[in-house]
């Protein structure tokens, strides 16, 4: 990989870059506040997404562990979310001061006195991790950052990555001066995150058209009424529109379901869409899929409340149902890396599994995880709480909310004067987790037009696609769908892209 690159060097990467992704649709809308003209008032902008300029390196092995245990991740999260008795126990004192988390089991309890209609549930899930290496002997091992169960994003843009890098691989990186290692195909895998992601949308689409009636159907984007990456999204919408079946794909914003949407009065609940541009033309709604509605901030008012519920009871497909959202919450993360008490006793972990599959899938999963501490007043969650207010312990810890969506958690020496400005009895909503040690790599990052070249810290995202059934219990679609890299630079402490702190990469496999 090449540390060196001169600044024509740079310049020729940098156009090339640019247009390829111009092109291509590798590009996000910038900031809200970029650009203000009369002859653009809604500000329809697209600029290149974030990117490397080269894939970064990675440990192979570690690639292909990641990707392996994917399913058994989804076959995990399926069955916690379809607990709903495990998720009360587990998440009751995040409940008292977490009121988004509160505020959406409500929503359930609500629809489940009325009885649910819909028995299937969609998952589109992300497992994220980062390299492992405390020392530079170690083998290094992945460690899970974080499992997402609602909007896991960039399977679109992702793809893009690894195209352009291949596309760079083949043209640009061999007539440089410094580059002495050219990776080839093998070495820089192919990713297909955007067609497998868009695959599990389809097939829960056509589950719900064999089950209903002959209405003409589609799959519903719920979207931010602003939305910096939504060629994202869309890469997958196109997707959809150009399969065999032709899925018809509309977008509605959160805040326009009730304008929009209405549940029909029957017996199923169907969710009904009427077109914006032509009201008196209805589709019946297979799928849902929420890319908003993650965030506190999403229901700035009591109609969006409302239209959550009102998609939660209707019968169409929900991606994901509010259980799904709420088994992704950084408590339920905690509580299945717990290690067992003793080796006669199962750990929370085992008891999602079958007798013959608990031992080897249990053990595998265990190896990725962190150590994780509730904040609660259990012995583990006052031996955090010392940990968490200590001024140099807290330095080898995050603390994390339940909240996604990036730039929320409270890092090292930040911990205790955080903690010290809230109340303790809201410190239930939280967890600490030990810092994970990543080896640093070197790249350089073009982001807003500018390079930054230095070290560099890679996460890897695996998504995952399993559509099962409540009822039943039966999985009737469970894939591991590719991946993500995202990478940063080594001094900031959060990745997310969305967020402004990290961009695009792909993988060069070492």
């Given at each position: 990989m090449i540390t060196k690159v001169s600044q024509s060097e740079k310049e020729l990467l940098v156009s090339t870059i640019e247009d390829w992704s111009a092109s291509n649709g590798l590009a996000i809308i910038p900031a809200k506040h970029t650009f203000r003209?009369?002859?653009?008032?809604?500000?329809?902008?697209?600029?290149?997404?974030?990117?490397?300029?080269?894939?970064?390196?990675?440990?192979?092995?570690?690639?292909?562990?990641?990707?392996?245990?994917?399913?058994?991740f989804n076959q995990l999260y399926a069955a916690v979310s379809q607990d709903d008795n495990f998720l009360l126990d587990v998440l009751a004192d995040v409940f008292e001061s977490d009121e988004f988390s509160a505020r959406l089991w409500k929503i359930h309890e609500k629809v489940k006195t009325e009885g649910y209609t819909q028995n299937l549930s969609l998952g589109l899930f992300r497992s994220d991790y980062l390299v492992h290496m405390p020392t530079d002997n170690c083998k290094p091992l992945i460690k899970q950052v974080e499992f997402n169960t609602i909007s896991a994003s960039f399977a679109g843009l992702s793809s893009l990555t690894s195209k352009l890098h291949r596309y760079l691989a083949g043209t640009i990186y061999p007539i440089l001066n410094n580059y002495d290692e050219r990776p080839d195909s093998a070495h820089l895998p192919q990713n297909e995150s955007a067609l497998e992601i868009s695959r599990g949308l389809l097939v829960a689409f056509h589950e719900y058209s064999r089950q209903s009636s002959n209405k003409e159907f589609c799959i519903l984007f719920v979207v931010?009424?602003?939305?910096?990456?939504?060629?994202?999204?869309?890469?997958?919408?196109?997707?959809?529109?150009?399969?065999?079946?032709?899925?018809?794909?509309?977008?509605?914003?959160?805040?326009?379901?009730?304008?929009?949407?209405?549940?029909?009065?029957?017996?199923?609940?169907?969710?009904?869409?009427?077109?914006?541009?032509?009201?008196?033309?209805?589709?019946?709604?297979?799928?849902?899929?929420?890319?908003?509605?993650?965030?506190?901030?999403?229901?700035?008012?009591?109609?969006?409340?409302?239209?959550?519920?009102?998609?939660?009871?209707?019968?169409?497909?929900?991606?994901?149902?509010?259980?799904?959202?709420?088994?992704?919450?950084?408590?339920?993360?905690?509580?299945?890396?717990?290690?067992?008490?003793?080796?006669?006793?199962?750990?929370?972990?085992?008891?999602?599994?079958?007798?013959?599959?608990?031992?080897?899938?249990?053990?595998?999963?265990?190896?990725?995880?962190?150590?994780?501490?509730?904040?609660?007043?259990?012995?583990?969650?006052?031996?955090?709480?010392?940990?968490?207010?200590d001024p140099e312990l807290c330095k080898n810890y995050v603390l994390k909310p339940q909240r996604e969506g990036g730039g929320h958690n409270i890092y090292r020496s930040a911990i205790p004067p955080f903690l010290k400005s809230l109340p303790e009895e809201k410190w239930k909503a939280f967890i600490l987790m030990e810092i994970i040690t990543q080896p640093t790599v070197y790249n350089h990052i073009l982001r807003n037009g500018e390079i930054y070249s230095g070290g560099v810290i890679c996460e890897l995202g695996i998504y995952g696609v399993c559509l099962w059934d409540n009822a039943t219990k039966k999985t009737i679609f469970n894939e591991q769908a590719d991946y993500l890299l995202r990478t940063k630079g080594d001094q900031s402490e959060e990745g997310g892209i969305a967020a402004g702190f990290g961009c695009l990469d792909s993988c060069h496999l070492i």
């Open positions: 003209t009369q002859s653009n008032p809604n500000q329809r902008f697209a600029t290149t997404a974030p990117v490397t300029l080269f894939p970064s390196p990675f440990p192979q092995d570690c690639f292909a562990h990641a990707k392996a245990i994917q399913k058994d931010q009424s602003w939305e910096e990456n939504i060629f994202d999204q869309r890469h997958l919408e196109y997707i959809l529109k150009s399969s065999a079946s032709t899925v018809p794909v509309f977008r509605v914003h959160f805040s326009e379901i009730l304008s929009y949407t209405k549940v029909a009065n029957t017996q199923k609940r169907e969710l009904l869409y009427s077109l914006p541009s032509n009201p008196a033309k209805t589709f019946e709604v297979a799928v849902v899929y929420l890319r908003a509605g993650y965030d506190i901030s999403h229901y700035p008012n009591e109609v969006d409340w409302d239209a959550r519920y009102q998609l939660e009871r209707s019968n169409a497909i929900k991606c994901p149902s509010i259980l799904t959202q709420l088994a992704g919450t950084k408590k339920v993360q905690q509580v299945l890396a717990t290690p067992a008490p003793s080796s006669t006793t199962p750990s929370i972990l085992e008891k999602f599994f079958s007798q013959e599959d608990r031992e080897c899938i249990s053990m595998k999963l265990q190896e990725t995880f962190a150590e994780i501490f509730p904040l609660d007043n259990s012995p583990a969650g006052l031996k955090a709480r010392n940990l968490a207010t």
